[in-house]
C-alpha cells in the first residue's frame, strides 16, 4: 500500500493519476499538516475515486493540546467523519511527550463510531517509549500508526521498524513514513517487513506574487522561497512502481 500525503485537491487529483490507492489529506504540509478543509475533503471524494485519510490538527507546533484545541478536534473528527473521510489521522501527547490517554481514546471513539479507521500520526516519534507506546495505542484500538521509527527519515529508523513490525505487525498496521522515495522505498520494505508506506512526491510550483515590493509570504527554503509544494503526479507513479503497486 502506498499513501500520499496531500495538501490539497490539486494534490489529491495527482496521487490518483499516479497510481496511488491512499492518501492523507491535509492542509498547511509547512506546518507539519493540519485539518484539511470540508469543502477540500468533498471535491477528493467526488473526483478522484481514492481511500482518504483526512488529518484533524488544530495547530502547528507540537501536540500537546489545551480544552480549546481538543474540542476543535473532536468537533472536526465528526464533521470529517460524516462527510465522507475513510479514516482520521490524529495524535495528542502530554506535556512529557507521553501519550494522551483520555484525548486519544475520546478520538478514537468518534471515529469508530461513525466506522472510519483511526490512524495515530508521527506524534508517535516524539514518545519516549515506542514500545510501550504501541501497547497503549493497541490497548485503546487505534487502527494503525504513522512512524519513522523516531528518527528525522524511515530509513535511519529501520531498525525500530522492524522491531515494530515483528512485535505488533499482527495487532496493528504500521505505515513507515518520512523521507520514503523510489530509490529507498523497496528496501526500507524488504529490510523491515513492513507493507505499507507514506510519502509526500513533492515537487514545487512558482506564485510570481508570493515576495512582491518587498512584502514575503514565503514559507520555504531557498531556492523555492517563491514556490508552494505539490504532489508530482510523475514521482507518485515511480514510487508505485518501485514497490511494485502500480496496475
Known amino acids: 500500500m502506498l499513501e500520499i500525503c496531500c495538501?490539497?485537491?490539486?494534490?489529491?487529483?495527482?496521487?490518483?493519476?499516479?497510481?496511488?490507492?491512499?492518501?492523507?489529506?491535509?492542509?498547511g504540509l509547512h506546518l507539519g499538516g493540519?485539518?484539511?478543509?470540508?469543502?477540500?475533503?468533498?471535491?477528493?471524494?467526488?473526483h478522484c475515486g481514492i481511500k482518504t485519510v483526512a488529518m484533524v490538527r488544530p495547530r502547528g507546533g507540537g501536540f500537546c493540546y489545551c480544552e480549546e484545541d481538543f474540542a476543535v478536534m473532536e468537533r472536526d473528527a465528526r464533521l470529517?467523519?460524516?462527510?465522507?473521510?475513510?479514516?482520521?489521522?490524529?495524535?495528542?501527547?502530554?506535556?512529557?511527550?507521553?501519550?494522551?490517554?483520555?484525548?486519544?481514546?475520546?478520538?478514537?471513539?468518534?471515529?469508530?463510531?461513525?466506522?472510519?479507521?483511526?490512524?495515530?500520526?508521527?506524534?508517535?516519534?516524539c514518545t519516549k517509549n515506542p514500545c510501550q507506546s504501541m501497547e497503549l495505542l493497541i490497548e485503546m484500538g487505534a487502527d494503525r500508526v504513522l512512524t519513522s521509527g523516531q528518527k528525522a527519515k524511515a530509513a535511519d529508523g529501520a531498525g525500530l521498524l522492524k522491531e515494530l513490525q515483528a512485535r505488533y505487525g499482527n495487532q496493528i498496521e504500521i505505515l513507515a513514513?518520512?523521507?520514503?522515495?523510489?530509490a529507498n522505498a523497496r528496501k526500507l520494505m524488504d529490510d523491515t517487513g513492513i507493507t505499507q508506506v507514506h510519502s509526500s512526491c513533492k515537487d514545487w510550483v512558482e506564485d510570481t506574487t508570493t515576495i512582491v515590493n518587498g512584502v514575503s509570504y514565503?514559507?520555504?527554503?531557498?531556492?523555492?522561497?517563491?514556490?508552494?509544494?505539490?504532489?508530482?503526479?510523475?514521482?507518485?507513479?515511480?514510487?508505485s512502481e518501485s514497490i511494485g503497486e502500480a496496475e
Not at 113 to 123: D, L, S
Request: hydrophobic letters at 40%; one cysteine or more.
Open 177 to 182: 513514513g518520512s523521507g520514503i522515495h523510489a
Open 218 to 239: 514565503a514559507f520555504a527554503a531557498p531556492p523555492h522561497e517563491g514556490a508552494y509544494d505539490v504532489v508530482s503526479a510523475e514521482l507518485v507513479r515511480k514510487l
Open 34 to 46: 493540519l485539518t484539511p478543509s470540508l469543502g477540500t475533503l468533498e471535491l477528493v471524494k467526488e
Open 7 to 27: 495538501g490539497s485537491y490539486y494534490d489529491a487529483l495527482q496521487a490518483a493519476s499516479g497510481g496511488a490507492k491512499r492518501i492523507e489529506l491535509n492542509s
Open 80 to 125: 470529517l467523519a460524516s462527510h465522507g473521510a475513510d479514516g482520521i489521522a490524529f495524535g495528542c501527547l502530554n506535556p512529557d511527550a507521553s501519550i494522551n490517554r483520555e484525548q486519544n481514546e475520546r478520538l478514537i471513539s468518534i471515529i469508530h463510531e461513525y466506522g472510519k479507521e483511526a490512524v495515530f500520526h508521527r506524534a508517535f516519534d
